[in-house]
Each structure stands twice: as structure tokens, then as C-alpha cells.
């Protein structure tokens, strides 16, 4: 997606779990403190953002993921996907929530535009 001039691009996704993950959860993504969507295991969205810094957050119930900064210029575009880790004990003391910007993502397309 090539972003209109001015503004910046974030996709968001929550990839596909082992049983026993995400499959089953609804996870509700903030961008800024605002609900923007809630994304199932293995989706993936658009949001159409103003270039500068934003927050991104992962909430389930009362479970929420550490705040991600994510510093955007005009026309860019960021990549960000949930990981979810139900035993922190056996993730090496990992939140149960986590964000995290990756690269593109190469097999899948984006989204639709939130």
C-alpha cells in the first residue's frame, strides 16, 4: 500500500499460534490510547496514520502488552505484530503480551484499511 502524501501507513497483525495461543482470543489493538480494531489469530489491518511518534498497545481481558513506540516519517511504513505467550515461565520470564516491529511481511498481503 503506498500511503497518501503526508500521512504513514501501520500494519498490524496477530500471526497464527500453537494451540493453546491466540487462536481462540480477540486481542484489541490501541494506537495512541484508541481502540482501533480487534484482530483475530492469523489476520492482519491497515491503519492510515499522520507521520510522528505513536503508541501501540495489545489488550485481552486484563492482560495488556508493555506500550511500543513507533517513530513513522511521511510515507512510511511499519510493520507490528502480537506475540502472546500464555506461560510466562516457560518463555523465559516474557510479558504475556508482547508488540513487536518486524520486517514485511513477504507471503502475505496486507489487510484491509482501517
Do not use: F, K
Not at 15 to 20: A, E, M, N, V
Not at 50 to 68: D, E, M
Amino acid at each position: 500500500m503506498v500511503p497518501s502524501p503526508g500521512w504513514s501507513v501501520l500494519h498490524l497483525g496477530v500471526p497464527s499460534q500453537r494451540p493453546g495461543g491466540l487462536n481462540r482470543l480477540n486481542p484489541r489493538l490501541q494506537v495512541d490510547g484508541e481502540n482501533v480494531l480487534s484482530l483475530s489469530a492469523g489476520q492482519r489491518a491497515t491503519v492510515v496514520l499522520p507521520p510522528g511518534r505513536h503508541r501501540v498497545r495489545a489488550l485481552i481481558s486484563l492482560q495488556r502488552s508493555a506500550p511500543l513506540e513507533v517513530d513513522l516519517r511521511p510515507g512510511e511504513e511499519a510493520h507490528v505484530e502480537l506475540r502472546y505467550w500464555p506461560n510466562p515461565w516457560a518463555s523465559g520470564g516474557r510479558r504475556a503480551l508482547e508488540l513487536a516491529r518486524v520486517g514485511a511481511p513477504a507471503a502475505r498481503g496486507p489487510g484491509p484499511p482501517v
